[in-house]
């Protein structure tokens, strides 16, 4: 099992690589903006990306190793960029059969009330209720034209694979119509502020074949210091003639120390690993980032039990199981934080923390289920099997996101197996099968058949 890790320290930089970085950063930028230009019209293929790299080089004088990175950078971007697009398309489909579903309940109750109001024998009770059942029908169908449009727009765009992404954010560039709002004196002012924003950022592709695991940029341990010493490969332009010394060719910055996990970059850096590195530039102050893959051992076995987790609005239930399926242990984790907050996503990363380590212990592997509430937040279930407010209520508190996210990351990390299962009917079977008849919360039967469906059992 391999995972990504990505790691940043503050480079101590010296004054001829602040110059350098300084200088360089702004016209490696106008590249990637180039080469996004190009790349966004249409894909190419194995031989004219050969051509186009070439050109790249020639027109802006970069070594070959440069022209790469950028090119499968942005090519990355895109393909990003279009995943990002289907996701939009499946919340406005969501949406709009929910508006057209409310459209059917407010067009139902000015049917039925039309007739009374035409012989003009409403109440005003009954008056004011058609009323706003028409206001409310005039906005429903105006928003369903809304979203009818977008969505064709989003169609469009991922069927001719129209790319269209502001360099620096939309929202910083559209801050220039509104400078005071925004804190800016002037139009200079903002557009310094932007084109500083926009150019922030240097990536060096990781190459396997390299004995540092990059052409360009380099990480070499000194086991003196135990520090790094970064070799950074100017790019053409930045040398002095024809001078091919390592003095002219390369910068060198000595004790770059990463404040967390020196020992596995090292350790990734012998193995040969490809390491991706990107510096960027905060308030002055230059950052590396080192992003690399490594095999986590498997430290956990289904065949002696799992730990199966029911996650809902407020807490965690926690069913513990034998090789055989039969549930030993259950415990209830109380989550008391709720919403996108920090305090909530705090506690939760610390409750699931606690649950993976526990996993690790007994060597089990946890399972969960497969949730997606994208569709149900942006979708509300036909008119005739609507759960009401507490239900909705209960969907938006949820931040299931971060749930997996810290999940799946902790597992990752701990070497725990991580196993997410179909979750159709799980509270229905537990209620059914094992809440009654053994005496215990529908929740926690529920974890029950979560583990036990994640063993292979089949309830």
């Given at each position: 099992m391999s995972r990504m890790y990505a790691v940043s320290?503050?480079?101590?930089?010296?004054?001829?690589?602040?110059?350098?970085?300084?200088?360089?950063?702004?016209s490696y930028c106008e590249v990637q903006r180039d080469?996004?230009?190009?790349?966004?019209?249409?894909?190419?293929?194995?031989?004219?990306?050969?051509?186009?790299?070439?050109?790249v080089?020639?027109?802006?004088?970069?070594?070959?190793?440069?022209?790469?990175?950028?090119?499968?950078?942005?090519?990355g971007r895109i393909k990003a960029y279009?995943?990002?697009?289907?996701?939009?398309?499946?919340?406005?489909?969501?949406?709009?059969?929910?508006?057209?579903?409310?459209?059917?309940?407010?067009?139902?109750?000015?049917?039925?009330?039309?007739?009374?109001?035409?012989?003009?024998?409403?109440?005003?009770?009954?008056?004011?209720?058609y009323r706003t059942a028409k206001q409310s029908l005039y906005h429903l169908k105006n928003?369903?034209?809304r979203l009818k449009q977008k969505k064709a727009n989003l169609e469009k765009q991922i069927e001719e694979k129209k790319v269209s992404m502001c360099f620096g954010s939309k929202d910083f560039f559209s801050k220039q119509y509104r400078l005071e709002e925004n804190g800016f004196r002037s139009h200079e002012g903002w557009h310094n502020a932007f084109v500083k924003k926009r150019d922030s950022g240097i990536s060096f592709l990781g190459a396997g074949n390299e004995k540092y695991g990059n052409q360009i940029l380099q990480l070499r341990f000194d086991a003196t210091s135990k520090n790094f010493t970064m070799f950074l490969l100017k790019d053409k332009p930045y040398r002095d003639g024809d001078n091919r010394s390592r003095s002219n060719t390369t910068l060198i910055l000595k004790n770059v120390v990463f404040p967390y996990m020196q020992d596995e970059l090292q350790t990734a850096i012998q193995n040969h690993q490809p390491i991706t590195y990107r510096i960027s530039r905060k308030k002055n102050r230059w950052y590396l980032t080192a992003m690399f893959s490594m095999e986590v051992r498997i430290q956990t076995f289904r065949v002696i039990g799992v730990y199966g987790v029911d996650y809902n609005n407020g807490f965690l239930e926690v069913a513990e199981t034998d090789y055989n399926g039969n549930m030993i242990s259950a415990d209830r984790i109380p989550l008391e934080f709720h919403g996108g907050g920090g305090k909530a996503e705090t506690e939760l990363k610390e409750k699931v923390s606690k649950l993976v380590r526990l996993a690790l212990k007994h060597q089990k592997d946890i399972i969960i289920e497969d949730l997606n509430f994208t569709?149900?937040?942006?979708?509300?279930?036909?008119?005739?099997?609507?759960?009401?407010?507490?239900?909705?209520?209960?969907?938006?508190a949820f931040d299931y996101s971060r749930y997996t996210f810290w999940m799946e990351n902790l597992c990752d990390k701990y070497g725990v197996v991580l196993k997410k299962v179909n979750p159709a009917y799980t509270s229905k079977i537990g209620?059914?099968?094992?809440?009654?008849?053994r005496k215990m919360t529908v929740h926690r039967a529920a974890a029950l058949v979560i583990a036990r469906r994640g063993q292979g059992f089949k309830d």
């Open positions: 320290t503050c480079l101590p930089v010296s004054e001829e690589m602040n110059s350098y970085l300084s200088e360089y950063l702004p080469v996004f230009q190009a790349l966004k019209h249409g894909v190419l293929d194995n031989t004219r990306q050969s051509k186009f790299i070439s050109e080089m020639q027109q802006h004088g970069v070594l070959k190793r440069t022209a790469n990175s950028i090119f499968y950078d942005m090519q279009l995943e990002l697009k289907n996701t939009e398309l499946q919340e406005v489909s969501g949406k709009l059969d929910a508006v057209e579903d409310k459209i059917e309940d407010q067009q139902q109750i000015v049917n039925e009330m039309k007739p009374k109001a035409a012989a003009n024998s409403l109440t005003e009770e009954e008056l004011q209720k928003k369903k034209n569709k149900k937040k942006s979708k509300t279930l036909p008119r005739k099997r609507k759960r009401g407010k507490q239900y909705n209520k209960m969907i938006h209620k059914e099968k094992y809440a009654g008849p």
